[in-house]
């Protein structure tokens, strides 16, 4: 797009150098890559979503809430078509009483009219007070980011951008919602101050077993090579301390680890292994019996191109489809996600595996709600407001 | 459907055995057919919608009722277009205070993904507390309904499910709508404690009238066949004690009365009469003299399969049309109701009778609001906080 | 359109009777022209906005204000697109807590159904408490306003019309938000209590600059032709006494002022000229070194027939586009407007100029959010409880 050209220098340093300009003073001004989300920063969202989870089932603690950014109107800008996200970010700003706005047709009227995008881009911002955005258009987030800055420089009126899904790229509050479920998950103690936790009872078949995401083993299984949900959550995850990876994945171009992802990953020196089957052994042992948490994904057809469509399809999936069986593999605690939707026709986890305790995939699409609050509570600086509520309404708080 | 298969054996049941697991303790869990409408449950529903319309009219009863289900989010899941169900619904969830949501769009991303219907029934009750849907698959909402039956088994989130109209079989917010219409009309004393009542005025001419809907006589003009309002509401109607139906329709086989229906109506020992033209007569009057609520509707040229198309067009359909000779047969108190749209082109009801005191469409579709608002109300059992909140306002209820 | 014919004679009125129907002692009933907007309406109507924009930037100010209109609901009927002024007043709707509903689509469900435009809007008034709508149709709002003045004779349920834009002719609240910018700007004082105000200090510049719209030079610039926003500025700004206005504009037959405004003006005496470059001159000046406010418009090509498309794309248009060295001629105060969007491709503003403190257009666009609320309060006579709101808020109201 040749009115990003005046962006280009900026977008090609460093990913060190981009974080520190989408924030001040450690709080997020825009969230725009999952690289931007540290255990640190994560640690205070998953707080934040905690206290929102918790204070929306009193109705005291919903009123509240609700008049948390009420005085706040987002706009939701999604010319890339995603129900799920959308309904999430929805819900999430109706939590919070913020008014939402759409505008998700790529074809404005002011498009049509020749409205450069930077101008549709500003026009919400003198409307509204958050813009989150899905595009098609790998760095537009990105850059909608930097025309706030230039205004904020100018001392013009500037808003926090939100990437809700940019290309085939990013998906940062996919990797927050994702790690939002696994903290909650490792946190095994959660409202158990009287009884036994469950960490110590865990610990008598699993003595090495331990809170949080850290020391853990995370499987990804199915669209490894095509996947943003997985790449932005590896990022997220190669963070926390001895934590390894195996990717489970067929052994097509497309669909294997690439190889941006592999240099990141090493870079960072986390243990990782590529694999082609769920029944896979890696040091000796099946991979699903060592796994702590199994991300399942789904074969992105859609992203098919002429060429691979038929190599594709004749691919044998069953290697990377979950089953009763396979199921029984897992550790008793280990949480199985899936980012959502599932393919219906593939199956990669059976409606049969919906009961299993440990199919945790619907719980982390309600979760995406909440770690999407905290997001936003986080962005206009409210956390305190929150905390002082959540007193307010339990009096005690945690 | 497939994915319906496993409700399959669900389906056939009786409608009794239905409607027992939609309900519990006398509430409704979900609203998915007419026959769930019981005098008993209408009386209670027609009550809340006075309160709820009389509230509204005051600025602290507006606080109030926003207030009542301001914690709630509901999604509109209207795969069928429906400007008018759609619109009074929202209206409804606005008055409440309910978030609102939509999925409008038959073709979401996700199904493009291949995702189940079910499972993106699912997702819907992960982010919302109430799904109201419009739908052509006729048993889509019905299934809807035992899926968040086997979630609350599990004690799993399951939330209400409401058909907001589901193929050209049912249609039950309309005939609630309808009844409380016609309570509100054949209440006759309303507002008037002071003055002798218009019931005690009407008698020296209709010494018989009673009030509410028993003991009177429903005459429905137009497709019947093809009107699933027609097919609800005459089966709501046929539980009060001496209703007689008379049905006014030309004598096609598409626009007829349909056998299910007449066998119905037949079972429950209704009196009713199908005739050709609205100048006919049963029992040597004629019927619009006889009438003390005139049910119009239009003739569903969309629904004309080809081979009908020609026979259909070539039918007059004058004998089906008011006129201001017709309206002036009509008892003096006798309300004239259409479920709306009316066709400007055939003119079932010209607009030269709008300003007709009789003339009750408009106000019927404003009632449509304050009847699906009292539905809200009664799934999330707020009835009675809606009734603490008429005391509060005006101190002394009714 | 047929069923327009019954309102045909009240079309044909005069402005001045018109304007009389919609008012009550002076106060709006609906808004359907730019000739209703009298000096004296502005005034209240500028300082309603003031008020509301304070408000907004106070956290209990903004709690007033959603509350102000809370019980309302406001239906957006946009069958003609438009993305920016759609978000105007979305905005400004939960600005005052007015609940949003919208039916952009042209192909409603109803319409598909026979339904006349009439029901339609008669159906909307059942349901909402204000109809905002943009229309292709010339006459369309206007014939909704006699509509809504039929049944509040018959004492039914009547409800305020806002012309959003009507074809090609009208954009009152355009004009509203135009004037409001333009009241703002050459306000000079605001906010200076203590310090000399800017006022004088441009006076040593401009000995005989005033405050307000009065006695100042207006040049529109562009699509003269075609432009409604300028045809209904114009109207508005030649009730203002001293006024004198420079239309600049390509010397084509479609891009020229046309006749009906020309005899408008003449008729309301204002003094104005047309010249063929923003470097003409007029009473041997040039007319940027003259001009107090600048008001540039985008050539709309969509509006091109294909005989006139090939004449228009060969016109030179750099007479007409603004550039640094333009702008430097400027008055030092003097605003540069647009009512957006803007041609990027022929560049009719160059982004160059957007930092310069003339460019008032963002602000312009963001005020149209402040106006149309302002607006929304006067229809609803709530410009008391405003005012109540904003003394509560900062005890000593301005």
């Known amino acids: ?58 109705p005291e603690g919903n009123r509240r809430l609700r008049d948390l950014l009420a005085h706040k109107r987002a706009m939701l800008y999604f010319t890339q078509p ?17 008014s939402c706005n759409e505008v998700r047709d790529p074809k404005t009227s002011s498009e049509v009219k020749r409205e450069s995008r930077m101008d549709s881009i500003r026009m919400f ?58 903290v909650r998950t490792f946190d095994f103690d959660e409202n158990s101050e009287s009884r036994p936790s469950r960490l110590n009872e865990l610990r008598r078949s699993f003595p090495s077993l331990t809170c949080g995401p850290s020391q853990k083993t995370y499987t990804f299984c199915g669209d490894i090579g095509r996947g943003r949900t997985v790449r932005s959550l590896a990022t997220v995850l190669s963070q926390y301390e001895g934590v390894r990876m195996i990717f489970v994945s067929p052994e097509h171009d497309v669909l294997v680890m690439d190889e941006e992802l592999r240099q990141r990953l090493k870079m960072t020196g986390v243990d990782f292994y590529e694999v082609n089957s769920l029944d896979s052994e890696v040091n000796g042992e099946s991979i699903l019996g060592q796994t702590d948490c199994l ?77 999407r609050a905290a997001l936003l509570v986080h962005l206009f600086d409210a956390a305190d407001s929150l905390f002082f509520a959540f007193s307010d309404v339990f009096r005690s708080p945690n």
């Not at 931007?36 to 918790?54: G, H, N, V, W």
């Not at 995603?82 to 913020?98: E, K, N, P, Y």
């Not at 593999?329 to 990669?348: M, T, W």
């Open 125 to 182: 911002s003198s409307y509204f007070d958050v813009i989150i955005m899905r595009s098609q258009i790998s760095n537009f987030a990105e850059c909608c980011a930097y025309l706030m800055s230039d205004l904020e420089r100018q001392e013009r009126r500037s808003v926090p951008i939100v990437n809700a899904g940019a290309g085939s790229d990013e998906h940062p509050t996919q990797a927050l919602l994702d790690m939002y479920t696994i």
């Open 295 to 371: 991300y399942m994904t789904r074969i992105q057809r859609e992203h098919n191109s002429k060429d691979t469509e038929q190599e594709i399809a004749e691919i044998d999936l069953n290697p990377f489809l979950l089953s009763p069986e396979r199921v029984g593999v897992l550790k008793s605690y280990a949480p199985i996600l899936h980012p959502f939707p599932r393919d219906s026709v593939v199956g990669e986890i059976p409606t049969s595996i919906d009961s299993d305790p440990r199919a945790m995939y619907f719980r982390q699409a309600r979760n995406g709600m909440w770690a």
């Open 1 to 58: 797009m040749q009115e990003f050209s005046e962006f280009e220098s900026l977008l090609s340093r460093s990913v060190q150098e981009k974080n520190l300009e989408f924030q001040r003073h450690g709080r997020l001004k825009h969230l725009i890559a999952a690289s931007q989300l540290t255990p640190e920063l994560l640690e205070k969202l998953c707080r934040s979503a905690d206290l929102i989870r918790r204070l929306s089932r009193n």
């Open 82 to 98: 995603s129900t799920r996200t959308f309904l999430s970010f929805m819900a999430a700003c109706q939590i919070l009483g913020l």
